[in-house]
């Protein structure tokens, strides 16, 4: 099983971007697919979870401005980020869990500034 990001790139305070995670092979439900962020000298930190079912949980900081989504026939989780900060810069990973797995992709940079 891997995880395949994408979608991250630089852009403006206020811009939008939207990350996707492609999954490849087989992984047993329920599980839950998420987003996690890395910010230069700081430690991994959740950003969104969504679960087989389409339960949510964001982070306070993303509330409101993020939203985590999931296509379970296409095995692939989104993360669409609007109203974007300076403070979202970030390096961007995926990851799937179950109590079988736990599985990240490669980071994909989000850089926010003008």
């Known amino acids: 099983v891997q995880l395949q990001a994408s979608g991250g790139g630089l852009v403006q305070p206020g811009g939008s971007l939207r990350l996707s995670c492609a999954v490849t092979?087989?992984?047993?439900?329920?599980?839950?697919m998420g987003w996690y962020r890395q910010a230069p000298g700081k430690q991994r930190e959740l950003v969104a979870t969504?679960?087989?079912?389409?339960?949510?949980n964001y982070a306070d900081s993303v509330q409101g401005r993020f939203t985590i989504s999931r296509d379970s026939a296409k095995n692939t989780v989104y993360l669409q980020m609007d109203s974007l900060k300076p403070e979202d810069t970030a390096v961007y990973y995926c990851?799937?869990?179950?109590?079988?797995?736990?599985?990240w992709g490669q980071g994909t940079q989000v850089t926010v500034s003008s």
């Open positions: 969504i679960s087989t079912g389409h339960y949510t």
């Open positions: 092979g087989s992984i047993s439900r329920p599980n839950t």
């Open positions: 990851n799937v869990r179950n109590r079988f797995i736990n599985i």
